[in-house]
């Protein structure tokens, strides 16, 4: 009989709120920042993500990078020389070659230079299908052929020729102990950025020198489509005496690892969102414990006029649930604004999370009805008498 | 005059009220008998102290008593739970209080339909008697005025709209006029026991305002000490 209508319900709920607007608006302030924290968070991450794989797409996900591996005693098995011949011959292969790292090799602009200043340039040695494999373009100057592979030439990274102070081909740098001449510079390589800080020497020069230089990796192109069906044979091939000695990884692995730093970023911002939804809902307690005491004579005046004890609990709980859903949408809409923000920023399409913004809301609605449960309680138990006497 | 056929509106059965303290019991209330006819009007008399305050508050069942029976409409409330109970406050009894206790955020017609809020009418029908009630009260011109926009009279007015727009049985007053000048309190006064068709039952410790009722009771120290008719409180004299 007595019974409220939700409308009259919700109605009577809302009246605390709004008749106290400002206190209400910095009440609903911490779980606003908790929620604007999770949404902004999950957002960004994912438009990281987005535009990371989006990057690796117009790479070109068709790339595999062979590696020696380690034997069954964890040594290092370096690949077979004939490895990159042998991964040509797979059909769906485009071109594939080895790089060598000529470990402790210091790279100067002349003999003059201190071997402490090297500036972390490396030497490495390449065959000359890597251009073509890789996609390099030079800035400067050419690319190896087939007698400058066999000669002290180098083609230097665009960062490496910087550094070197060498901007036109026709100079002398002092690597590895003796002068190369610089027949290219290369411009910066998206697909194998560690080349930018590097000087390419030609392989077959370099063996001569180092006979027993083992190949570090191998880089490898596929018809598009193919990475799957290709990476199941490349450790047969490229090492058919230990298939299992040989390393085989993707870039596309890049971005698993940007996810699992991702996300340990992630747990710590969502860790961060939770503690302020927490001090959110402290603050909604504290305003609501507040807003009782002072509408003593409110709720012995609704029990006068046949508000049930159950029914003064429900009211107090709904405004709660109004704090937290104020708190939630303002914290929603903040969050998803930033995802935008940083998107428009990082001059990417932003990925905002709206299923986290909606949780994000629920969630808030729920921190407050049960931040709610203590002072409702309260005020359900406040006596009728005492409270039409105070004022 | 309580030994009619039809049910007393509201009905003390010698009702104790006794609070704990620091120092031992306090007994506010002794064993009172009271029965208030339907449509009868009457004042509860007596100094500060005396206990008519907590016998408006268990006649109108905001607190219970330590012993005896209160009836309203003719049923025991001793049994009934908080939301019965809560039920008869409703549909039965309006309250009156000296502070007012309105709503000052809400306007007027706001204040009064809150009086009908938990009695299960539908909005319009709320809102129409809410308008009803304080035309009746001579408010008919000021619905959508704030508290804060009325002098204490009227905001005492729009009290009783309140108090008498869901048609209770018995409209309980707490001393009406504890908060108004004597002008102002008398005019309550009049539009007190001007009502119809409804007990009224006003407490106060203002003899001249006891005087102006049909029945008096007075009490002193938590016992009924007089229960008059008009006429036999103008022989008895002021002295409470």
């Given at each position: 009989m007595a019974r409220l209508t939700v409308r009259d319900t919700l109605t009577t709920a809302a009246l605390g709120p709004r008749s106290r607007v400002s206190r209400s608006l910095l009440s609903m302030l911490g779980v606003a920042i908790g929620i604007a924290t999770l949404v902004a968070i999950l957002g960004i991450t994912a438009t990281n993500e987005a535009r990371l794989r989006a990057d690796l797409e117009a790479l070109g996900s068709n790339v595999l990078v062979v590696a020696p591996g380690q034997g069954p005693n964890l040594e290092p098995v370096p690949l077979p020389e004939t490895a990159p011949e042998m991964i040509r011959r797979i059909g769906p292969v485009t071109g594939a070659a080895a790089v060598r790292e000529l470990e402790g090799a210091g790279v100067f602009r002349n003999d003059l230079v201190p071997s402490t200043m090297g500036g972390g340039l490396t030497a490495v040695a390449v065959q000359p299908e890597l251009a073509a494999a890789m996609d390099l373009h030079l800035h400067r100057g050419a690319w190896f052929d087939a007698a400058s592979v066999t000669l002290p030439t180098t083609v230097l990274g665009a960062s490496a020729a910087d550094h070197l102070g060498v901007s036109v081909p026709g100079q002398r740098v002092w690597i590895d102990d003796s002068w190369y001449a610089v027949i290219g510079v290369l411009q910066p390589s998206g697909l194998m950025p560690d080349l930018d800080r590097a000087a390419l020497l030609g392989e077959d020069w370099v063996l001569t020198g180092h006979p027993d230089l083992a190949i570090s990796r191998i880089q490898v192109?596929?018809?598009?489509?193919?990475?799957?069906?290709?990476?199941?044979?490349?450790?047969?091939?490229?090492?058919?005496?230990?298939?299992?000695?040989?390393?085989?990884?993707?870039?596309?692995?890049?971005?698993?690892?940007q996810r699992a730093v991702d996300s340990t970023f992630q747990s710590l911002a969502l860790g961060l969102a939770a503690v302020a939804l927490l001090v959110g809902a402290i603050g909604i307690v504290n305003t609501m414990v507040i807003a009782v005491?002072?509408?003593?004579?409110?709720?012995a005046l609704r029990r006068a006029v046949g508000a049930r004890a159950l029914q003064i609990r429900t009211q107090f709980m709904l405004e709660a649930g109004f704090l937290g859903l104020g708190g939630g949408v303002a914290g929603a809409v903040l969050g998803l604004l930033v995802v935008v923000v940083y998107g428009t920023w990082q001059k990417t399409i932003p990925a905002p999370n709206f299923l986290a913004a909606g949780v994000g809301v629920g969630l808030s609605v729920l921190v407050g009805v049960i931040a709610g449960v203590y002072p409702a309680v309260r005020a359900a138990q406040l006596s009728p008498v005492e409270g039409l006497r105070s004022e | 005059m309580t030994h009619t056929a039809v049910a007393p509106a509201v009905e003390l059965r010698g009702v104790s009220k006794t609070y704990a303290t620091g120092s031992g019991d306090l007994t506010v209330l002794r064993d009172v008998d009271l029965a208030i006819a339907p449509g009868e009007h009457a004042a509860i008399v007596g100094p500060s102290g005396s206990g008519k305050s907590t016998m408006l508050s268990i006649l109108g069942t905001l607190d219970a008593p330590s012993a005896g029976e209160v009836l309203v409409g003719g049923r025991p409330t001793a049994a009934m739970s908080d939301g019965e109970r809560s039920d008869v406050r409703s549909r039965s009894l309006g309250f009156v209080f000296q502070q007012f206790h309105l709503l000052s955020h809400a306007d007027a017609v706001a204040n009064v339909e809150l009086g009908m809020l938990y009695t299960g009418l539908g909005r319009a029908e709320r809102r129409r008697r809410a308008v009803d009630a304080l035309t009746r009260v001579g408010?008919?011109?000021?619905?959508?005025?704030?508290?804060?926009?009325?002098?204490?009279?009227?905001?005492?007015?729009?009290?009783?709209?309140r108090a008498i727009a869901h048609e209770p049985a018995v409209v309980l007053a707490d001393e009406p006029t504890g908060a108004l000048d004597q002008a102002t309190g008398t005019a309550i006064i009049d539009l007190l026991d001007g009502l119809a068709d409804v007990a009224v039952v006003v407490i106060t410790h203002d003899l001249v305002i006891a005087d102006r009722f049909a029945r008096q009771v007075r009490i002193r120290d938590g016992r009924i000490e007089a229960d008059l008719t008009a006429g036999e409180a103008t022989a008895a004299g002021s002295e409470v």
């Open positions: 192109r596929v018809q598009t489509g193919t990475v799957e069906a290709v990476r199941d044979v490349l450790d047969d091939t490229a090492n058919p005496g230990m298939p299992r000695a040989v390393g085989v990884s993707t870039p596309s692995q890049l971005a698993d690892a005491l002072e509408r003593r004579g409110e709720i | 408010l008919g011109e000021r619905l959508d005025h704030r508290p804060t926009q009325l002098s204490g009279g009227e905001q005492q007015r729009v009290a009783i709209a």
